[in-house]
């Protein structure tokens, strides 16, 4: 039974906003969207965009999604926003009231998290709908163009979206082209006095290791076309907004569930309001045994810092900090111990997942180094763009080993992708099991 | 203060993506069915049995982690006591190799399909070569031909062409009853009203009648391995001709040293010990062929499976039948079924002991577009074969 209509979501949200400007939140307009189940999951599988590319992940996406939630598997979906100003945000028809005010309230505080998170500022909040629109636009034209078709725009965005976590670990520095870094180094050189760079050459591709594998190869690429290039940096540009995102999925999270309890309770809600509510909260900041809830961890972490510190230092810590800084600083022992907290490998000889350490005395801070490993992008091998042969124009990459292999099948497809993109030869070079490893 | 906006239409814009990861689940199996198609479970089965396809699902690869002691993980224990050499979840099944596919939270789609709709998914683009316009017997071939319009079908018999004409039709209706206004820009969506597909209808046309030799040494040479091959070609062909042809006569001939006539069921499902001498087979079918099948009014099409371990003395008889056969023939093929070691043996063989010229070499004069051989070691060969005998880009 619905039991809201849109101008009790008005008066509702006009309180919801005082009260976060009481707390001193600081927030994008938001555009509520009010959608169905299903647009919600077509939402979702375009990752929140209006308007998006076509490819065929994101149909598998909806599929998947959609099964999920028919399998009963996870709840019903009802929180979705984009970091764009104004904030575009999606509201479930199917969801009651109390939903409504937690998703709404929730959103204040991922909103104001775009906007004042260090990572966020390139992102171009206030141009990110046009230009996504745009993209979207030029692919289609691509894939209806009778000279190029799906296909074709299909291998290259298969091969692209391979490689889109391959981009330097610095969100908030803008990536230097091959002409600027040229510039750069022949000031050095014409500089330098001691003679340090006396054997430096100018002419190497990359002139130092790039980790921006997308922007690179549109840039050195000989074997590219104008619209590959195109759709190379439409990729490359969509990581650029994502990025951020993914290096702060618990602090973000954190915020948003911190800020939605806070205003819940301000509200002085009914009892058939305020029930379903505390219902719901628990539900998205219960631990999951086995993993770790980046909802769960954000909010314990921030109230964790309120309660030593007071609510200014929580404002301070969303602006300057990423998950790993934030985890760094702020896991202790205390807290290791309070989630319960362990960390796990799978064991060859005993062919399952087996706990190595757990957070005792001795174990915990390695369990939070090891969770340090998991957080942000750092799940993610690190591969550079090591040289360019000059004269076969074999493209040289290097996985910066860490201890951990890489999954030699998983390596193998994505350097064919990477070969699909360059055109050219490309190794890469890597250790498994303590040897150095080409491929 | 917030904006709120409640959505009016019901644009389902995720549907053109899951049409083409439909696509692309399709393509995988029918990638898969290569695979299937030599199993031994659907050999010999009967045409409404339904056969299960595993399809890996379409996977996105990135560069990841693998699962090793040095790539810890952390996770929190809830309200469990834990400690240190407990184990997470359950044990893995030993991989097969190092497949890209073996992965943890790997998606796997079943696909059940009949038999017959497997053979539709096979088969639709080959034909039957050479299919000459001989004198009609018994055979209708099956076609569809496009007829009209209907208001369901499937995606890929969307008429775009009726469909926009409908669209248009009431764009410009609701244009003149003022309901839409081109001026303000806003879209005019197609209604599910305005899809019109392509209606097809069957027609029987009159085709000329075919009969099929299947031939097959089941001699204690024949491996359970060759046999296993040879069932499955012959599986195959047998569906093929099922399929396409309404009134298609198949004999079976298995062969020793001697040969006879066998069932369908009794072809596929047993095996003999003894020598082999083709030249049983053959001489066998040139008596059924000239008893039951007069080549004036019968195609006949000759499929041998054997391992090419002939008797040397039975070959002059085989060279003499077989251009016989050959002549009555619209298609003749030999095949051989063999081992990897085997065509390594074949290889030292000819180096040190040239005169033992292989039944394969004396046949090579005989090769033609009618009569061909084929050498095949594995299941992954089969359909390449098959494809080769009856694809249209034959020749």
Redesign the interface.
């Known amino acids: 039974m619905k039991d809201w209509s849109v101008e009790t979501l008005q008066e509702w949200d006009k309180k919801i906003c005082e009260s976060g400007k009481r707390f001193g939140l600081d927030w994008y307009p938001i555009d509520y969207e009010i959608i169905d189940y299903h647009e919600m999951i077509g939402a979702m599988a375009y990752t929140g965009l209006p308007t998006h590319y076509r490819h065929w992940s994101f149909g598998k996406s909806f599929e998947q999604t959609h099964t999920r939630y028919h399998l009963g598997m996870e709840g019903l979906p009802y929180e979705m926003i984009i970091n764009s100003n104004p904030s575009i945000a999606y509201l479930m028809k199917e969801n009651p009231l109390s939903t409504h005010l937690l998703t709404m309230s929730h959103c204040l505080g991922h909103s104001d998290f775009f906007k004042h998170n260090r990572m966020f500022k390139h992102t171009d909040a206030d141009n990110i709908l046009v230009r996504f629109k745009s993209a979207a636009k030029r692919i289609n034209k691509y894939m209806e163009d009778p000279s190029i078709g799906i296909d074709k725009v299909e291998r290259i965005l298969d091969a692209a979206h391979a490689v889109k976590y391959q981009v330097q670990r610095t969100p908030e520095r803008r990536r230097r082209s091959h002409k600027e870094m040229l510039e750069f180094y022949k000031d050095i050189v014409s500089s330098d006095k001691e003679g340090k760079y006396d054997d430096f050459d100018l002419e190497k591709i990359p002139l130092r290791p790039d980790y921006n594998l997308l922007a690179f190869i549109c840039e050195h690429s000989r074997n590219l076309e104008e619209w590959e290039r195109d759709v190379i940096s439409i990729v490359e540009k969509e990581s650029h907004h994502f990025v951020p995102q993914a290096y702060t999925k618990i602090m973000n999270e954190g915020w948003a569930v911190f800020f939605h309890e806070k205003i819940m309770n301000d509200l002085n809600l009914p009892p058939d309001l305020q029930i379903p509510f505390i219902k719901l909260h628990n539900q998205v900041v219960r631990p999951h045994v086995g993993r770790v809830n980046p909802y769960h961890l954000g909010y314990k972490l921030f109230k964790k810092i309120e309660e030593e510190s007071g609510i200014q230092a929580c404002f301070v810590a969303r602006e300057v900090h990423d998950d790993v800084s934030f985890v760094r600083k702020h896991l202790d022992e205390k807290m290791c111990r309070e989630l319960n907290l362990f960390s796990y490998s799978f064991k060859k000889s005993r062919r399952a997942n087996t706990i190595d350490e757990i957070s005792d005395e001795e174990g915990w801070a390695s369990v939070r180094d090891n969770l340090l490993k998991t957080v942000g992008l750092n799940s993610i091998p690190v591969v550079r763009v090591e040289s360019v042969d000059k004269k076969t124009h074999t493209l040289h990459l290097q996985h910066e080993h860490d201890g951990r292999d890489l999954e030699i099948p998983y390596a193998n497809k994505v350097l064919g992708y990477i070969t699909d993109l360059w055109g050219d030869e490309v190794k890469m070079f890597s250790i498994v099991e303590d040897e150095i490893w080409e491929f | ?7 009016k239409s019901i ?4 549907a ?9 689940i399709d393509r995988a199996i029918k990638d898969s069915i290569k695979d299937v198609i030599a199993e031994e479970s659907i050999i010999g089965q009967s045409g409404n049995k339904k056969i299960k396809i595993p399809v890996k ?2 996977k ?21 006591d ?13 991989s097969q190799g ?4 073996n ?1 943890e939270g790997e ?1 796997r789609y079943e696909v059940e399909v009949t038999l017959e709709e497997l053979a539709e998914y096979l088969f639709s683009d080959l034909n039957l070569p050479n299919l000459e316009k001989k004198k009609f017997k018994f055979v209708k071939e099956k076609t569809l031909k496009r007829k009209g319009f209907r208001k369901a079908g499937i995606r890929p018999r969307l008429s775009k062409k009726e469909t926009l004409k409908r669209r248009i039709r009431r764009k410009n209706a609701a244009i003149k009853a003022g309901t839409h206004n081109p001026e303000d820009g806003e879209r005019f969506p197609f209604h599910k009203d305005d899809l019109k597909y392509k209606d097809l209808k069957p027609r029987l046309k009159e085709s000329s009648s075919a009969v099929a030799f299947f031939l097959m040494d089941v001699s204690g040479s024949m491996g359970k391995d060759k046999k296993y091959l040879a069932r499955a070609l012959f599986f195959l062909l047998y569906q093929f001709l099922n399929h396409r042809y309404d009134n298609v006569e198949v004999v079976f001939i298995s062969h020793t040293t001697t040969s006879k006539e066998v069932t369908e069921n009794e072809f596929f499902t047993r095996g003999e010990s003894g020598g082999t001498m083709m030249s049983s087979a053959l001489e066998l079918e040139l008596d059924i062929i000239q008893k039951r099948f007069h080549p004036s009014s019968w195609n006949i099409y000759t499929f041998y499976c054997g391992d090419g371990e002939n008797w040397p003395d039975d070959d002059p008889a085989v060279l003499e039948m077989l251009p016989q056969i050959k002549s009555m023939s619209q298609l003749v093929c030999y095949t051989e079924i063999i081992s990897e070691s085997s065509s390594r043996r074949r290889q030292f063989l000819f180096g040190s002991d040239a005169f033992s010229e292989e039944l394969w070499d004396k046949l090579q004069p005989l090769t033609n577009n009618i009569f061909k051989r084929a050498r095949i070691s594995s299941k992954e060969e089969i359909w390449p074969l098959f494809r080769r005998l009856f694809g249209r880009d034959l020749k």
């Open positions: 203060m917030s904006i709120f906006r409640e959505h644009a389902d814009r995720s053109a993506d899951r049409q083409r990861h439909k696509k692309l699902g379409i996105e690869y990135q560069f990841v982690y693998g699962s090793n002691q040095n790539n810890k993980r952390v996770g929190s224990g809830g309200e469990h834990i400690k240190p050499g407990d184990q997470i979840g359950k044990k893995q099944e030993p190092d497949q890209a596919g992965q998606e």
